[in-house]
């Protein structure tokens, strides 16, 4: 007799689905690369992304350009903010890689999204600061930029 399997929500298989990639790219603590801009905030999120986690704690972080001068003023704070997120120090240094930005994603008409000032992303930032929730957090600073984004536009 043939076992029949019940539908499983997506949520619970995704961690599955993505291990074995994350591992094979040294984030093994897949969530630094999945939760990037709820850990160190839109701004520098944005300007930058995980590349992979090393055995000795060394995380590579991938920027464009000058932004690597930027953040290692500001790497005691995303140490800070990683060994917050994982209630450990799983991050104990930051190398930067230098790497062009990813196309950001076209929209349904084959068009790029339009970017935020960084004015007003800072203007978001401190609007949603008080937000407990870092899920929620993050959604309501990429709606926000999204808006202010598109007011700039039309």
Not at 30 to 39: S, Y
């Amino acid at each position: 007799m043939r076992k029949t399997r019940q539908a499983q929500p997506l949520a619970s298989l995704i961690g599955r689905i993505t291990a074995r990639s994350f591992e094979a790219r040294g984030l093994a603590a897949a969530g630094i690369a999945a939760e990037w801009p709820a850990i160190v905030g839109e701004t520098i999120a944005a300007r930058s992304w995980p590349e992979r986690l090393q055995p000795d704690g060394t995380l590579r972080v991938c920027v464009a350009g000058p932004v690597a001068v930027e953040l290692q003023h500001l790497e005691p704070q995303i140490l800070e903010r990683v060994a917050t997120y994982y209630g450990y120090r799983a991050v104990t240094r930051i190398a930067y890689v230098n790497r062009a930005m990813p196309a950001p994603e076209p929209d349904a008409e084959g068009r790029p999204p339009p970017e935020c000032d960084s004015e007003s992303a800072v203007r978001v930032e401190s609007a949603v600061d008080a937000t407990r929730d870092r899920r929620l957090k993050a959604a309501l600073a990429a709606l926000g930029r999204a808006v202010l984004a598109r007011s700039r536009v039309t």
